[in-house]
């Protein structure tokens, strides 16, 4: 047999073990209870968003006018709904197979680790995924009912990918902290922690000190600057951390010129004072975007392979 041909049966067995991986980790998710409670809840506030507008308008008297912006301007999942979907697809991935046992009769077969580990990302992908395509689905469906045809829904695929993005920065996390920890409720507590941190303190460090571009590197929303275009601050604030590449990603599509403006809240001297915002500095979108790329790509690839590394050398024990 030539060494084409062994290379060739090489390539079909890996192929092969590798779909069998992904499809055990897929029926494995969607039997989680946790994953579908994540998508409930991501319906639930999806519905909200569609609805809230609708009651409000009718408690007083407001009909809901034709809005055809109202998809693409709501697009773009939340932090929260990101790290839920990454907690409940990941958290016990690795850290689960250790404490249940499945992982001996898994490594005792024929199989790397590395295939074992890239089946376990991609059925993650997948799933959440899917999970986003129903999101969007439902979105689009109900801003037609409620608030007439759309525009730019041509960006909806974007806006998924740039979420999947923002979720697999998560992922990663979560199987970097269970693989180094075998542990799932310590995965989890720090999982939780670090979204916390991610989240909340930067809304402290993003509005009220001078420091807020250091936010641009650690994942999560980032530091809040406001769209500028030909020198005029509009209303809408943006986000620029990893959590909110969908929304970068619809801004500038539509805004390709604009510049995100950074500013610092400077409370007044006395209690009558309205606080004070101060411009500190601007930069294009573009670089925005291109800067929120990067950065969940390193994050995403320097975790992955700690996780990689801490999975391939660890021994298990009978």
Request: charged letters at 10%.
């Amino acid at each position: 047999m030539s060494g084409e041909n062994i290379r060739e049966m090489r390539r079909l067995k890996m192929t092969t073990q590798l779909l069998a991986i992904i499809r055990y980790e897929l029926l494995w998710n969607v039997r989680k209870k946790k994953l579908l409670g994540a998508i409930a809840a991501a319906f639930i506030i999806t519905t909200l968003t569609l609805a809230l507008p609708v009651i409000f308008g009718s408690v007083y008297n407001r009909p809901i006018k034709s809005d055809p912006n109202y998809v693409i301007s709501n697009s773009g999942s939340g932090s929260l709904i990101l790290f839920l979907f990454a907690l409940v697809t990941t958290m016990n991935s690795i850290s689960g197979e250790f404490e249940s046992g499945t992982i001996i009769p898994l490594l005792a077969k024929p199989i790397s680790r590395t295939l074992i580990l890239t089946g376990k990302i991609i059925a993650a992908i997948f799933t959440v995924l899917a999970a986003y395509s129903l999101l969007y689905a439902y979105l689009v469906i109900g801003g037609i009912i409620l608030y007439g045809p759309q525009d730019n829904l041509n960006l909806i695929p974007l806006c998924m990918l740039g979420d999947m993005l923002s979720t697999t920065v998560w992922m990663s996390i979560i199987l970097a902290t269970g693989a180094l920890s075998k542990n799932t409720t310590l995965t989890t507590v720090i999982g939780v922690i670090t979204f916390l941190a991610a989240n909340i303190g930067t809304s402290i460090i993003s509005f009220f000190t001078e420091g807020a571009w250091i936010l641009h590197y650690f994942p999560g929303n980032g530091a809040t600057g406001y769209i500028k275009t030909l020198g005029i601050i509009r209303s809408l604030n943006l986000s620029t951390g990893t959590d909110n590449i969908a929304k970068i990603i619809i801004q500038y599509m539509l805004n390709p010129s604009a510049y995100v403006t950074y500013v610092k809240i400077e409370m007044g001297g006395t209690q009558v004072s309205p606080p004070i915002f101060r411009e500190l500095y601007s930069e294009p979108l573009s670089l925005v975007l291109f800067r929120a790329l990067v950065v969940a790509a390193t994050y995403i690839t320097a975790l992955l392979l700690l996780a990689w590394y801490a999975f391939k050398k660890t021994q298990v024990l009978e």
